[in-house]
């Protein structure tokens, strides 16, 4: 299988489903002429023309809201945020339209929409640019939100948000552009929405993460079966809505300790939610409070080293797992 | 400057117990956060900072009792040594920003520095001030948020989800079990330390689960199965325990001794006890199968066969039945050493010679001490009834009274039964009510489906 980055990955999922369906365009800021901010366009303008590549004013609200009535007339638009922190400028497009439409028309109505861009941190982009918006998207019912760790992923579920029905939050890891990773071709690239996958298989503790957060965790997880011998099972949740738990459910059953890590600030955040629902469900099982790790309380610092304090780092899952398996600093 | 000393929880407390220390001598500490443990007859608790600053001497160390009133620890200003820290955070910074001049993976690279540490000694901006909030500061410090609140009637001990499942699923007392996990919560390992520990399923169950067809004919040995050893345990003894003890004694004397009576079917058992006397060719005695049957009981209630001392619960890893004796110079208490696991014939053998001696004067020490349960029976006086007194350092003693013809109601029918009162003296600084009732729930099994001691 071709190996390809993040990037590509993302692209060509893009550019499969513009050729194999008429109706699908993309729409943004610089997506064009200039290829996108991060070259996630690169070549597109050239080859689909500007009436499938729409080069967009700044103006969120809009994009999104002629995107929605596209959708509702039956085309497949798929509008690039510059970065998906932009897109609560087009909040109330998304939320109270794109998220409503099937629902106040009684179904007769479908918004078949992707937005998508990079959010997170990790490449010095300031308190503005590096924020996660994952927990603020899942807790609307009409939306779906996606947030792949992995190439294949990202270009899988892309394909099959483009290709279904509904409003889709496509969350890109900005850090994870350039991750490399072997990416099916064609039909075969396809990977279902709501369903997590066991990444790492392990019997000792339960790592539940996504999007970038579970590349770290399996990083951890490698060191510590050969550092420690302590198999830990990585699960990437690929869709924080629809929620997949049962995998999450069924390692817990196994190992009867979790830790949840996520990027994103820790009030309220998508752990929160995952550790909820685990004492919630096999409550029995468990032998330890689930564990968090998440980014620290603050606005995202612009200096890099504070930058690198700011969102958890392997020394910190590393903590979460001693505690959790009531292992002292060994 | 503020001190931390014990705190009277009750009016019954006079003393407690640290059971540990959050922070260390020289930690630096937030007004409202947990310092220590302590454990009272009633519950565990945070005792909290109640001002800033730095936690100087410890004075009560881990694992020791302090007086109601008594000094534990100072805390005091001490700038410098919170001051200090600063610099080591910033440095781990500097550190990084060197080593990652800003590629897109260099989040591996993260310096050795705990990064926790490195945080703490940073501001919290965000934080808003609430001194008197009963959050706790450090993010992620659940372990402490689960505060024991005393029951109506004892305490309730911190224990794992998990941890109390498979003591439900293993019939075993959760509150027996020493925690290891932070606040000494009970946690999974904890439980299994304890199973390890506890009586192996009685041979009777083992040996039926291989049935083959007993051999017709001389010898109801063949098929004995010795049961498996036990071990030697000491239980430090929790404040709770501490308190039973002592307050039961101070009402009734050294040992507080209650009694429980169980009235035992022994019709099936006599009818044996005919058989297998023909069969061996000897006589054997009721008795000699009380031994048993008390014996292998005691294996499923590490508790009864146990000794009380002021600092622990010793559970004997041994069974060793006394045998109360009555010669023209008084009582004397002769032990069937391992009694679980003699066949009640090999049983038979020993109270039979023990008592002999015991009526020459002939026992040697190791003849008569040493016994972790004892039994009287005044059955041969045609005692119906009696309670018995403790043999020291036993904490029960059954007392047998005689088998007789009795009239009971089965079925709602009257009918003629054998039926033998058993009552079971308990020193209740380690046996509790219904732990005594369990333990003759247990006997009644064995002594009323004989069989199980035979196999």
Redesign the interface.
Known sequence: MPEKTYRDAIREAMMEEMDRDPTVLIMGEDIGIYEGTFRITAGMLKKYGSKRVIDTPIAEAGMVGTAVGMAMLGLRPIVEMMTINFAIVAADQILNHAAKVRYFSGGQVDVPLVIRGPQGA???LSAQHSQSFESFYAHFPGLKVLAPGTPADAKGLLKTAIRGKDPVIFLESA?LY?LKGEVPDGEEALVPLGQSRVVREGKDVTIVAYSRMMQ?SL?VADKLAAEKGIEAEVIDLRTLRPLDMEPVYQSVRKT?RAVVVQEQW?LFGAAAEIAAAISETV???????V??VTG???PMPYA???E??A?P????VL??IR?VM?RGED | MAEIIMPKMGDAMTEGKVIRWYKKAGDSVKKGEPVLEIETDKVNLDLEAEEDGVLEEITVAEGTMAPVGGHLANIGPGGSAAASKKPAAAKA??K??VA?P?K?D???K?PET???E??SAGE????PAAPESKEKPS??E??TSDQSVPDEGGERRRS??????MARELGLRIDSVQG???SGRI???DVKRMQSAAPAPAAPQSASGSSQPAPAGRKPEARFVAAAPLEDQKVPLTAMRRTIAKRLSESTGPIPHFYLTADYDVTTLLALRDQLGEIAGSKLSVNDFIVRAAALALRHHPYVNASFTEEAIQLHGQVHIGIAVSTPDGLLTPVVRNADQKSVAEIAADVRSLAEKARNRKLKPDEYQGSTMTISNLGAWGIEEFTAIINPPNVAILAIGAAAPRTVVIDRQVVIRDRMKVTMSCDHRVVDGALGAEYLKTLRQYIEQPLRLVL
């Open positions: 990790g490449v010095q850090a350039g770290m990083a009867h820790k409550f029995d099982e468990l032998d330890a409070p564990a968090r620290e309380d603050v890099r080293n504070l690198l304090l969102v780092h392997e020394e910190q903590h979460a505690k009531y | 910074a500097e990084k920003e990652d800003g897109e260099d989040r591996k993260t705990e990064p926790v490195a945080r919290k901006p965000s934080e993010a992620g659940e372990a794992s989800p998990l941890a109390r499942r290891s996990g932070p946690v999974a390992s």
